[in-house]
């Protein structure tokens, strides 16, 4: 594999830095732009300093962002304020960075010559239309401000891929989980949350009947999406769903939880979630179509996340 240089946006963060453990590994030269405002150091630890090199910043600053695209080659555009809430209560804040960002990465990304931008776009474009599978040709109609400005700054990257001649992808991630996320948020995915109150003895919170199901994809599976379409010839200029394409209701992941532990927690139910939506579920035939398939189950992923970080619990295979 080549000696390229990548430059990873958001590299400390949750699935950014598992992008650039898996570059490294590949022998690629890894540059991070990180503002560590959740990202974090410690995600990055394992990662010997010699196959990094680390810029502290912000990809809502132009300059920066310039500073950081020197002499690479290609990006991984993964910086962002994951929050949706956070875009409700601060649609200004968040959209310097989660559209403003992704303009000056796509900016910089054209003064420099990159080769290819590879962008973290969402499920939450599609907004809550409820016809399922998710196709990327149905009409997107997101609404949140984050939703908003992920369906913005993937138009704008076709917009320079088009037009301008900056190589640009979009996968739209649907709900990802693994090592390394941060359950300290109320707004924390679920996966995180529910795992990190086991640890503590804790039955899990459900937000409503429970019923509600998310398409929950491993992160591992994200990165193998990403290190396709680095230089897949058919992936520039289309976005690309990242789902598993199997619904897992919260119900059943409290139910799988429950028996990988030997316990019996009962989840405890409180009101439904304002903006949630019901159902989520990818169709990943295109990207199948490049030669991806997700290669780990839910079950296997929270096997793992609970060997990892509950200590002392027996977990069944
Ligand atoms: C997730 C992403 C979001 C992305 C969207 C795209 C996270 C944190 N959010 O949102 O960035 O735009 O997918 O599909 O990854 N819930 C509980 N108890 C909890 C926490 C959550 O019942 O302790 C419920 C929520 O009310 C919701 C479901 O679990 O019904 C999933 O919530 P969450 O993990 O926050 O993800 P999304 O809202 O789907």
Not at 30 to 53: F, H, P, Y
Not at 98 to 103: A, D, I
Not at 160 to 177: D, H, I, M, Q, S
Not at 257 to 269: F, M, P, R, V
Request: net charge neutral.
């Amino acid at each position: 594999m080549g000696k390229s240089t990548v430059l990873v946006t958001g590299g400390c963060g949750f699935i950014g830095s598992h992008i650039v453990e898996t570059l490294v590994q590949k022998s690629y030269r890894v540059r991070i732009l990180d503002n560590l405002s959740t990202g974090k150091l410690e995600n990055i630890a394992s990662i010997s300093k010699q196959d990094i090199d680390l810029l502290i910043g912000d990809v809502a600053d132009l300059s920066t962002v310039e500073e950081a695209m020197q002499g690479c080659e290609y990006v991984f555009h993964e910086a962002a304020i994951a929050s949706v809430p956070k875009s409700v209560n601060d649609p200004i804040g968040t959209g310097k960075v989660n559209y403003g960002g992704t303009l000056n990465v796509l900016e910089a990304a054209r003064k420099h010559s990159i080769r290819r931008v590879v962008f973290a776009g969402s499920a939450a474009v599609y907004g809550s239309e409820p016809t399922l599978p998710k196709q990327e040709s149905m009409a997107a109609n997101p609404i949140t401000p984050y939703g908003v400005d992920k369906l913005g700054s993937e138009l704008m990257g076709h917009f320079y891929a088009r037009t301008l001649g900056v190589e640009f992808v979009c996968l739209r991630y649907f709900n990802v989980f693994g090592l390394r996320q941060d359950p300290s948020s109320p707004y924390s995915g679920a996966i995180s949350i529910f795992c990190d109150r086991i640890r503590q003895g804790l039955a899990p919170v459900i937000y409503g009947d429970g019923l509600q199901s998310r398409d929950f994809v491993h992160v591992s599976d994200v990165v193998k999406a990403n290190l396709i379409v680095l230089e897949h010839p058919q992936a520039t200029g289309k976005s690309f769903n990242v789902g598993c394409g199997v619904a897992t209701s919260l119900l059943d992941i409290t139910n799988i939880l429950n028996d990988l532990t030997g316990q019996n927690l009962q989840a405890i139910h409180q009101e439904p979630r304002p903006g949630d939506i019901r159902h989520s579920l990818a169709d990943n035939t295109t990207l199948r179509t490049l030669g991806w398939s997700p290669q780990i189950s839910i079950r296997q992923g929270l096997a793992e996340l609970l060997q990892t970080s509950v200590a002392n619990l027996k977990v069944k295979k």
